[in-house]
């Protein structure tokens, strides 16, 4: 079996604010992700899930524990590029990555940093650009695209670094249904095609629906991890946490209130149709 791309061990991590005052917002999380893995972290706000995220490129360090990137002890301040290059970061808000007026010129932004050759820089933004459907854009203007292209050339300018992971802390909280929908068929297609390893930051639950595995946080701690299937069967445990399921399952739980035998495994609208159809036949 391969070593985990992704791995803390007892992670322990505070903020310390002016008054001195140290809340714990990670309380011993362990875990491990593997290559390829597409997983999704789901948890209401102030659960934990971001900061989680922004420990897995060293933009936080643990106040105790350990996380490792690839094998690489984060805290290691040598092997910060390193870990840098092999997890790439994707945020909430486009606009904050976007730091070029022409498209191609921010995907390169990158790979410039990191002293790669012109000639290979020119390949790195064109492979990047088209992997996430906007070769087309090249040399436009990013403050003209929408929310969801801008969103698309962000994970294009990470794709230029060639990192084995990407990280998406809630990459379509600002975006329309149609943005959203862009981002997240972009992101399976890079985990499929590319084998690209995928943690997906999100609240919300037709997101997580889609991922290979799911990992749900409440109040810093790992409340479950496991199939999205399995996960969203616990509607009641879901619910006290202050979270929901996807509304498949929540139609499939009512009909299981009122008698009606039918699976909660069916997390979208054609399941939950195939479903309901197996039942009437």
Do not use: W
């Amino acid at each position: 079996m391969s070593e985990p791309i992704l791995k803390t061990e007892n992670l322990t991590f505070r903020y310390t604010t002016q008054e001195g005052v140290a809340p714990t917002v990670l309380d011993g999380v362990s875990l491990s992700v593997r290559p390829g893995e597409f997983v999704a972290v789901l948890g209401h706000n102030g659960s934990g899930k971001s900061t989680l995220a922004k420990h897995f490129n060293a933009i936080l360090l643990p106040t105790s524990g350990k996380v490792y990137v690839d094998g690489m002890d984060t805290c290691d301040e040598e092997l910060l590029l390193d870990i840098r290059r092999r997890v790439g970061m994707v945020f909430q808000n486009p606009d904050n990555q976007i730091v070029a007026s022409v498209v191609e010129e921010d995907v390169a932004f990158g790979p410039e940093n990191l002293g790669v050759p012109s000639a290979e820089i020119r390949e790195r933004v064109d492979e990047a650009l088209a992997a996430v459907g906007m070769s087309e854009y090249a040399r436009h203007a990013p403050h003209l695209l929408s929310g969801g292209q801008k969103q698309r050339v962000a994970i294009a300018g990470v794709l230029a670094m060639r990192p084995k992971c990407i990280v998406l802390d809630e990459p379509t909280a600002m975006l329309d249904p149609v943005g959203r929908k862009e981002v997240i068929d972009t992101v399976k297609r890079l985990n499929r095609e590319q084998g690209i390893t995928v943690v997906l930051i999100t609240h919300h639950m037709d997101e997580a629906a889609q991922a290979d595995r799911l990992i749900v946080m409440h109040d810093g701690h790992i409340m479950a991890d496991d199939s999205p299937e399995q996960v969203f069967q616990n509607v009641d445990g879901l619910r006290s946490l202050g979270l929901e399921v996807p509304e498949p399952v929540a139609l499939l739980y009512e009909l299981r209130q009122a008698g009606v035998d039918v699976p909660l495994t069916a997390l979208t609208v054609d399941g939950c149709a195939a479903a309901l159809k197996k039942l009437l036949m």
